[in-house]
């Protein structure tokens, strides 16, 4: 093959890549994404608004530096709740909005009455996306 030759299928290459690139940047996704900058493996819940009442959906895992996506589409609020503990159960992320857990993997709707229904209640923070269909939020390690 000439140098020619070459020169051209590396030129082609490198447009496609860069085609690719601008493509996945257009076509950005509508999800949350929560990134964990602690220096310990997270286990975290969301709550949304679901209509009427809120859903609420654990666990996730996230290890030190990843993020994980709990909601994948356009996010259904502006609002979305987030509650964190470590892997001693050790509250992380707290806030002043009551809603309901349970102990393994779960989804629930409704924040009332969560002892009646054999699931423990927790405090959530809330998290203003501004209405953005697309948003990442920091969970951070407030004891250091």
């Known amino acids: 093959m000439s140098k020619r030759v070459a020169a051209m299928m590396k030129t082609q290459a490198g447009l496609i890549v860069i085609a690719c690139a601008l493509l996945a940047a257009g076509s950005a996704k ?12 997270l286990n975290f819940a969301v709550a ?10 654990g666990w996730w895992t996230a290890t030190p530096g990843s993020c994980s996506t709990p909601v994948r589409g356009k996010l259904p609020g502006r609002f979305v709740y987030l509650y964190a503990i470590d892997i001693d159960a ?5 806030g002043k909005v009551s809603m309901c857990v349970d102990r393994g993997k779960f989804k629930v709707y409704g924040i ?4 009646r229904r054999g699931l423990q209640a927790v405090n959530f923070a809330e998290i203003d996306t501004g209405g953005s269909a697309d948003f990442t939020t920091f969970i951070n390690d407030a004891r250091r």
């Not at 050790?90 to 707290?94: A, I, P, R, S």
């Not at 009332?112 to 002892?115: H, L």
Request: proline residues 0%; glycine residues 4%; hydrophobic residues 40%.
């Open 48 to 57: 949304v608004n679901a209509g009427d009442r809120f859903s609420t959906e």
């Open 90 to 94: 050790t509250d992380v992320l707290v």
């Open 30 to 41: 509508a999800e949350l994404r929560v990134c964990n900058n602690t220096h310990m493996l």
């Open 112 to 115: 009332s009455d969560c002892w």
